[in-house]
């Protein structure tokens, strides 16, 4: 029961983190371990086979975006020739 | 049996041993996989962390990686026992592609995170111990101090390469 609680903790830490940081992709890598702790919660809070689909879609759905976020404030996709 | 914050203590440390090693062999500090990577790293170095570092981290958040794997693992374990965590490689493979990343770090990770957390269940620990412990484990690299964390992964990456010259730093 402690675990759900340490993932809620690190979670409401991470987005503290987020708002306190102002350069733009220093702010991605606490965003990931949001994602990282709200994944586990989703397992922890669900415990069902169909929880597995959920938290990977949750978890590469966000990842997804950081990556796109990522890549467009790096001035998106470098094109050959 | 053991109580269970020294549990997640014991594996915070298993899941950071088995993320770090697979990244470390599949040459996460190598380079950027894709632009935004490399943009994260060349800030990080900026603010005074390692290049290689930076990397890293930079891999970690744009693709599911083998600390992904490692969670979707105890995730996939604590749901529905050792199909549970291969069900998890199998989206984690998935989940690489959609990020267009063609490494297998992720599902490496993944496969092997689920056989430690399926056995350590066999010993008195619970899948969940595991999904707090990954989440500690990504805390100290991603959450808590950019500049220390690229330094300790750069310092890491120079003992792997000693071990495989042809990969320089």
Known sequence: ?81 | MLDEPLRILIAAIICWLNFMTIDLIFRLPHSGGVSGATAIAQEVEKGGGKLNGGFMMGNIVSSPDASAGTLLASCGVYCAGLPGGLFAALLVYIGNRICYDPGYAGTTGCITATFIVYGATQIGFVASDFIAGMVIAILTIQGISYVHASRLVARLWKVRCRFIPEDKP
Do not use: Q
């Not at chain 1, 708002?19 to 669900?46: C, D, Q, Y």
């Not at chain 1, 929880?51 to 966000?62: E, K, L």
């Open chain 1, 1 to 81: 029961m402690i675990a759900i609680y340490i993932c809620a903790g690190i979670a409401v830490y991470a987005a503290i983190r987020i708002i306190a940081e102002h350069n733009t992709m220093r702010k991605l890598p606490f965003l990931n371990v949001v994602s990282f702790a709200v994944t586990g919660i989703i397992a922890l809070l669900m415990p069902h086979p169909i929880t597995i689909a959920a938290a990977a879609a949750y978890f590469v759905g966000s990842t997804l975006e950081s990556n796109a976020i990522a890549s467009t404030w790096s001035g998106g996709i470098k094109k050959d020739g």
